[in-house]
């Protein structure tokens, strides 16, 4: 974008646009979070089956990264997230009406990978509208709305099962989605494609190839950090059970985690624009790191309410880091292909972390296992530190300048 569109650009102008429906879109899928497992059961599947079927939400998404970036290219980010909201209502309703199991099983995979091609479209629209100096703010903005809706979610829909059943939280996940999708319809377009841009067609493989230099080494950090966030959200739930906490002990842990990490979004976009994206990205790593190390020393509810707290400011300071080296690398002529790709390597990480603290557990010595997982969220500092310079004009300060960016 020229320097003219940097100056009229503000963040402001995504909040109808982007940053209101994706808090409704997450809200209706932290709606249902809670009750996934919960509804396997009442459709009569064991222990064993219901872990399977909330994993298919995580499955849903890996799989449909790749087919959401090519879905975007092909036919427009908006237009992308307006299908995406109009099939997750279809899936919703399934989840809400299904009569027998692996039907239910069926459209909780279907609404995972229909999740998918909401957040790429999404993040390939900002991606397109922020100009390069506000990008970060503007991706760090989108991540911490994709936190307030996941953080608000559960909340409505334990309201809604009161006031109903477990199926209450389904429907009430169909309404969101109606007003997300109803927002992403009627809101005027901030970021329309140039005239004079024509798209690129290319396949997953050669996106793979083109880039597999970027890919096998700034992909590797991503991937890292995936595995260590992705660890995040089962670490707390997993050793406050090896303590012998109850449901509400635990919840309010993972609760004042959540809390503390959604205060620090729009802070991390500001320093990643002004100062660089390694500012940011390596001192959240290596925190994270730091958490998780300390986390197997503390049994008192103190202690570990305080490394909970350190989780989630980690967390919070490099929000919005993964999107935001995305957009930078990001081709512009096939852009939402290359990022539903970045995101992938993103969400196998997600998926990797949960199975080595599983793992861990299961051998006797969750303890290992989140070492573990310290270990390699400060690999994922170190790659940071050395890839991002690399690839990412704006990863310090330096490589800033050289370029002929002003601060």
């Excluded at 903005?141 to 209450?168: D, E, K």
């Amino acid at each position: 974008m020229t320097g003219g569109a940097d100056r009229n650009f503000s963040i402001a102008s995504l909040i109808p646009a982007v940053y209101l429906p994706t808090i409704v879109f997450e809200a209706a899928l932290g709606a249902i979070l809670p009750v996934v497992a919960v509804t396997s059961r009442e459709l009569g599947g064991t222990l064993g089956q219901a872990g399977l079927v909330v994993a298919l939400l995580g499955v849903g998404h890996i799989l449909g990264d790749v087919p959401a970036g090519t879905l975007a290219h092909r036919i427009g980010d908006r237009r992308a997230m307006l299908v995406a909201g109009g099939v997750m209502v279809l899936a919703l309703l399934a989840c809400a009406l299904a009569p027998s199991l692996w039907l239910f099983a069926l459209a909780v995979l279907v609404t995972g990978f229909v999740g998918a091609v909401f957040t790429v479209a999404r993040q390939a629209y900002v991606t397109e509208a922020a100009p390069p100096l506000m990008r970060a703010r503007a991706l760090s903005t989108l991540a911490g709305t994709q936190r307030i809706g996941t953080f608000i979610g559960p909340f409505a829909g334990a309201l809604a099962i009161h006031l109903t059943s477990t199926r209450g939280a389904y429907w009430l996940a169909v309404a969101l989605c109606l007003v997300a999708a109803a927002v992403v319809l009627f809101v005027p377009d901030v970021a329309p494609l140039p005239a004079d841009r024509v798209p690129v067609k290319i396949s997953f493989g050669q996106v793979l190839r083109e880039h597999r230099a970027l890919l096998g080494t700034l992909g590797l950090a991503v991937v890292l950090i995936g595995i260590a966030r992705g660890a995040r959200t089962t670490v707390l739930p997993l050793w406050t059970e090896s303590l012998g906490w109850d449901a509400t002990a635990t919840s309010l842990v993972f609760g004042l985690s959540g809390a503390v990490d959604m205060l620090l979004f729009y802070p991390s976009g500001k320093v990643m624009d002004v100062r660089g994206r390694l500012w940011i990205g390596v001192p959240s790593m290596l925190l994270l790191g730091v958490a998780f190390g300390l986390l197997p020393l503390t049994g008192t509810v103190a202690t570990v309410a305080l490394v909970a707290m350190l989780i989630g400011v980690a967390n919070g300071f490099g929000s919005g880091i993964i999107m935001t080296l995305g957009a930078d690398v990001a081709p512009e002529g096939y852009r939402s292909q290359f990022l539903g790709v970045w995101r992938l390597f993103g969400d196998a990480g997600n998926a990797v972390g949960p199975l080595v603290l599983s793992a861990a557990a299961g051998l006797g010595s969750l303890a290992a296992g989140v070492w573990v997982v310290g270990a390699v969220a400060l690999g994922a500092a170190g790659g940071l530190g050395r890839w991002a310079p690399r690839w990412s004009i704006h990863a310090n300060r330096t490589t800033r300048r050289a370029a002929g960016f002003s601060l």
